[in-house]
């Protein structure tokens, strides 16, 4: 069955600092991976797709299909990137499954 | 642009009351979702819909219902709330996968309390 973890619930990290936030998931077939922000008081929004292999806001993920991974990683946190962020797997033509999300708080 | 607009952001209903959250979307998406969404349990699928008047229960559909008469319009009912529905609802529309990048747009909201 397919599924999406990301281990850590809330994640803070110093303005300037590296910023990594986990995603694992397990499916059968070629999986196709999302990461999705909501910022304070706006609605959930696509950030990248790992199809585009596209650097968005700085931020950058890698799908290690070894290690059934897909973390996003920034080298250097603003505070702005504070906000919940969500790991997506598309199975099917319209199936997407959604990791618990992960809060990330940059410090100033 | 696309806007996927929830006709309430605010609700507050007793238990027992039937509550109707509405989403209408101006992008001709054939696609469109309600989702949970809670702390600590990200998003769940309650319903979804790939075309008119067609339905499919997402994963946690025990106490909703849904309403697809026309394309841009997709209703989420619950017959009798209760207060573990107590929640933010999202609604959410895609495009057919001919032509979709898996881009899921999202609505603004709709927080529903159960007391």
């Known amino acids: 069955a397919q599924r999406v973890t990301q281990p850590e619930k809330l994640l803070s990290v110093f303005k300037g600092a590296p910023v990594e936030l986990k995603c694992n998931y397990s499916y059968s077939g070629s999986p196709e991976l999302f990461w999705y922000v909501q910022y304070s008081r706006q609605r959930l929004q696509l950030l990248l797709r790992?199809?585009s292999r596209e650097s968005i806001k700085g931020f950058t993920a890698d799908l290690n299909k070894g290690e059934t991974s897909f973390h996003l990683k920034k080298p250097f946190a603003q505070e702005e990137d504070s906000a919940m962020y969500y790991c997506?797997?598309?199975?099917?033509?319209?199936?997407?499954?959604f990791g618990t999300g992960t809060r990330l708080t940059v410090i100033p | 642009d696309v806007k996927v607009t929830q006709s309430s952001r605010y609700l507050v209903k007793r238990t027992g009351e039937k509550v109707f959250l509405e989403c209408v979307q101006d992008m001709d998406h054939e696609n469109m979702f309600w989702y949970r969404q809670d702390p600590g349990l990200g998003l769940r699928l309650i319903y979804f819909?790939?075309?008119?008047?067609?339905?499919e229960k997402g994963d946690i559909p025990e106490g909703y219902s849904v309403s697809r008469e026309k394309k841009e319009r997709f209703s989420l009912i619950l017959e009798s709330a209760s207060t573990n529905q107590t929640s933010m609802y999202l609604c959410a529309t895609l495009a057919n996968r001919a032509s979709n990048t898996g881009e899921l747009f999202f609505g603004e909201g709709s927080r529903l309390t159960v007391l």
């Open positions: 997506a797997l598309q199975t099917g033509a319209n199936n997407l499954f």
């Open positions: 790992h199809i």
């Open positions: 819909s790939y075309d008119v008047k067609m339905k």
